[in-house]
């Protein structure tokens, strides 16, 4: 797939009124990267409007792409496990992805995924932004590297700051207008199922994710 260093990120197409059913209309017809060329859809974020908690990965997936819903696949159903045994309810949760559309290579007659560059995460961004915006969500999950860095920006290390209680950057890499009030990163689930010490890796994952359920549910007063 030729890549387009010229296209002009999507904040083009993000509306102005932000709104669950305009912001998916619009979304179909983004051309801020090329990514859109080889895909199927664009795969916006699902959730309540309202969440307190969102829940942002990678990019689709081959299911995502083409089920147009994000984490459907395999990695989603381990997610929904994890949030529901680290004390988030899965039904609760605004989930999305950094970059709408998924990028893929061809090989041996399948799709393989291919993670997204830093361009496409930055031409992404315009749409993140604008999930935030709308949710206005108290706290976010970082699910890996690509999550994280589409926040805190390229030095953004999973592995050293997963499981921590992590500040919404000031100066992030796009100005945000809602700032929620705390992220945590952890890995991405997808990760967990490629382990080789799955069951330790998810352990992690719900270790990581019970301190998002800890700082939703607040404070504990005696
Ligand atoms: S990946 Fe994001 S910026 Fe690129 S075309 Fe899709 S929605 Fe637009």
Redesign the pocket.
């Known amino acids: 797939m030729a890549e387009d260093a010229e296209?002009p990120?999507?904040a083009w197409?993000v509306p102005d009124r932000l709104e669950p059913g305009t912001l998916r209309a619009s979304?179909q017809h983004?051309?801020?990267?090329?990514?859109?060329?080889d895909?199927t859809q664009?795969v916006p974020g699902e959730g309540p409007a309202d969440a307190a908690v969102m829940v942002v990965g990678e990019?689709p997936g081959d299911q995502e792409d083409k089920a147009g819903r994000p984490f459907v696949g395999p990695a989603g159903k381990l997610l929904d496990r994890a949030l529901g045994d680290a004390g988030l309810d899965p039904a609760a949760v605004f989930r999305t992805n950094a970059?709408?559309?998924f990028?893929w290579e061809a090989a041996h007659g399948k799709r393989l995924h291919k993670g997204?560059k830093r361009t496409?995460i930055t031409?992404?961004?315009?749409?993140l932004v604008a999930e935030i915006d709308m949710v206005r969500p108290v706290g976010v999950v970082l699910l890996g590297a690509t999550a994280g860095s589409a926040v805190f920006g390229p030095g953004f290390r999973v592995t050293a700051m997963r499981g921590q209680v992590l500040s919404w950057p000031e100066e992030s890499t796009r100005p945000h207008s809602w700032t929620p009030e705390w992220a945590v990163a952890t890995a991405h689930p997808s990760a967990v199922l490629r382990s080789r010490q799955r069951d330790e890796d998810y352990q992690r994952l719900v270790d990581d994710l019970a301190v998002a359920a800890q700082l939703q549910a607040g404070p504990v007063t005696s």
């Open positions: 296209r990120g999507a197409w979304l983004c051309q801020g990267c090329e990514l859109y060329r895909a664009p990019q970059v709408k559309h990028r997204p496409h031409a992404c961004g315009p749409w």
